[in-house]
């Protein structure tokens, strides 16, 4: 068995993961490097959104080890899982926004629960981090009801990064926005990691996402992994699957617009 | 690293030199747990104007956006006090960061919406019970239209969901609706037990429990546990519904909502409602005589030999002759409130509460009349 990486912050080893009889993964393995933005990349149903819930917590594997900042996460009792909690933000695919509060009563929330800054430097804070995801300011007194799917994503973005965490999780970050906006989010996730310094794991399906901001990208197929590499790397890799991936009709283009960019 | 969290912050005042000179020196983590003992310290910095104020970040270990936040935050308020701010020895990163957080503060404005006061809040709350009422009424209409067009062309009510609702709403009911009117019937019968011994009048037990269950209390027990079990029940999946659009969906595909979610509740509860009513009669009768039997002696043969002189159909009739329209205002307030929802989980809650509410509070409403009616019409 290979050393643990000193540099990494979330290591997966030989992660089994049944529902049932249904087998979700098997053997997976994987590294996730501080300061990286690393993707996972696959078909719908192969696993992917598990994998993340499994690294959050919210999933139990049967077997292996996943290991966030060094501490191994499966079966983490609630209090010992507080202070690793803390330290991540997670956005959900579809918001996740508490319906009964506005928008920057959701971020502040975060920051009642964990710190003990007064209520007028909360309000500040959830203000600035709004602000920070583009959105504008007179979104923050909205409820998530009255906001368009865009934005809803940016305010489910400003509450993940409300605590200033160390590692960010985004599912679908750019699922369901159009173009202008999800080009925004690249932008976006892009400029997190270059300011604040964050570690980046997402799952998406968005090739022109991928393209222009992932580090490395694992590719899961049916429960297993098919390559990690960066996407040049992974473009080249001989596999039917990852091939379609990234050679079909949208891969081309997403591809040919990465290197006009570049 | 949880070492490490705290953040530090030196004032030294020169206020002897020419201009006055403050010195801040900053140090560990300014981070978004570290901060909150330094903002009351910043707070109270004051720097007369035309001084000289120098902040030293260079023992700043770490910094975050809620760190920058406060930093960006004294220096933009003591500029707009009038002294001259110098931001010194920061990291490059911590530049950049200081730097990206002033560009958003222009757009940082926590907004709060004003309160209404007490006569905007009273309008407010008029006005909305006002809109609720007439938007009850156009239901009513609505589905009253629905159900003649439905009568006209019986091809277009929908008997599946009219199955599974008489399935859900009333054979699952049964349990406890017989448990809950059994016990009725034995509280009545017990409590019935005590005064009539005193004279003696034992067999009137009979009547006592007899009436009591048939003419009211059955029908009131029944439509309370219904609206409570099933009225909350239509208000919950159609909000839900509603919030997710299903709602929408159907009406895209030329489905009318009312006839495929309203009308089958409202026919099934019609259905439901008697037969449950008839059956808590029994069961309640049930209790009444076993209490009957051991508190007055009056065995079962008797009880019901009485039984039948003392209740005629009548009896029967008007209890349970009550109870689809019960059933009706159950339904339709309980489909009413469903559809009212809107936007949130939280907002199925309310009308989930509401919904139960209001069905109660217009079934005894509507019990109250009958008793007037049926006084008039001595029945």
Request: hydrophobic share 50%; net charge neutral.
């Amino acid at each position: 068995m290979p050393a643990p990486d000193r540099d990494a912050v979330i290591d997966i080893r030989d992660l089994h993961t049944r529902f049932g009889k249904a087998v979700v993964h098997e053997n997976v393995s994987l590294t996730v490097r501080a300061g990286e933005i690393f993707s996972l990349v696959g078909g719908s149903g192969c696993g992917k959104s598990t994998l993340l819930r499994a690294i959050i917590m919210l999933l139990r594997p049967q077997s292996g080890s996943i290991r966030v900042f060094g501490q191994e996460v499966i079966g983490l009792s609630d209090d010992k899982a507080l202070p690793l909690r803390r330290r991540w933000g997670v956005m959900f695919e579809r918001g996740a926004l508490f319906s009964s509060l506005t928008v920057a009563e959701n971020v502040g929330m975060v920051l009642r629960e964990h710190t003990r800054l007064s209520p007028k430097l909360v309000d500040e804070v959830a203000a600035l981090k709004i602000a920070l995801t583009g959105l504008p300011a007179d979104a923050g007194a909205k409820y998530p009801s009255e906001l368009s799917g865009g934005m809803r994503k940016r305010a489910a973005l400003a509450r993940a990064i409300a605590l200033d965490p160390e590692l960010l999780f985004l599912d679908e970050p750019t699922a369901g926005l159009d173009p202008l906006s999800a080009s925004g989010i690249d932008e976006l996730v892009r400029n997190l990691r270059d300011v604040l310094g964050l570690t980046i794991m997402m799952v998406t399906h968005d090739l022109d996402l991928l393209w222009r901001t992932a580090d490395r990208v694992a590719v899961l197929d049916n429960g297993h992994i098919l390559g990690i590499g960066s996407m040049t790397e992974l473009s080249r890799l001989d596999h039917p699957l990852v091939h379609e991936y990234f050679y079909g009709p949208r891969g081309r283009a997403a591809r040919e617009q990465a290197w006009k960019k570049k | 690293m949880t070492v490490e969290q705290i953040a530090q912050l030196v004032i030294d005042t020169d206020s002897a030199a020419v201009p006055p000179s403050v010195a801040v020196r900053c140090a560990g983590a300014w981070t978004v747990r570290g901060i909150a003992p330094l903002e009351r310290q910043l707070s109270a910095l004051s720097c007369p104007a035309g001084s000289a104020l120098v902040i030293d970040g260079s023992a700043i270990a770490v910094l975050d956006t809620a760190g920058a936040w406060l930093l960006h935050r004294t220096v933009h308020a003591q500029k707009e006090s009038g002294a001259d701010v110098r931001v010194t020895g920061l990291r490059p990163e911590f530049d950049t960061l200081l730097q990206l957080v002033a560009t958003h503060a222009g757009t940082v404005r926590p907004a709060l919406p004003a309160p209404p006061g007490l006569l905007a809040g009273i309008g407010q709350q008029v006005w909305n019970s006002l809109h609720g009422a007439s938007g009850m009424l156009a239901f009513i209409g609505e589905s009253a239209l629905i159900f003649f067009r439905s009568l006209i062309q019986p091809r277009r009510i929908r008997w599946r969901p009219v199955l599974h609702n008489l399935q859900s709403a009333g054979f699952e009911a049964l349990p406890i609706v017989g448990l809950l009117s059994f016990l009725m019937g034995v509280v009545i019968a017990y409590q019935g037990a005590d005064q009539l011994q005193r004279f003696g009048a034992n067999i009137f037990i009979v009547d006592l429990v007899g009436l009591a269950m048939l003419r009211e209390l059955s029908p009131l027990l029944t439509a309370i546990i219904v609206a409570g079990r099933s009225g909350s029940a239509y208000t919950a999946q159609i909000g839900t519904m509603k919030i997710s659009e299903e709602i929408d969906a159907l009406r895209t595909i030329g489905v009318g909502p009312q006839e495929l979610l309203v009308l089958p509740k409202i026919l099934a509860l019609v259905i439901a409602l008697p037969l449950l009513t008839v059956y808590a009669d029994v069961a309640g009768v049930l209790g009444g005589m076993i209490m009957a039997r051991s508190q007055l002696d009056v065995g079962f043969v008797l009880f019901l030999d009485r039984l039948g002189e003392a209740i005629d159909l009548s009896t029967l009739l008007t209890g349970v002759g009550k109870t689809p329209v019960f059933a009706v205002i159950i339904a339709l307030v309980g489909c009413y409130q469903g559809f009212r929802a809107s936007g949130s989980a939280d907002s199925v809650g309310r009308q989930t509460t509401t919904s139960v509410v209001q069905a109660i509070f217009l079934v005894i409403v509507a019990d109250a009349l009958f008793s007037v009616v049926f006084n008039w019409l001595d029945i």
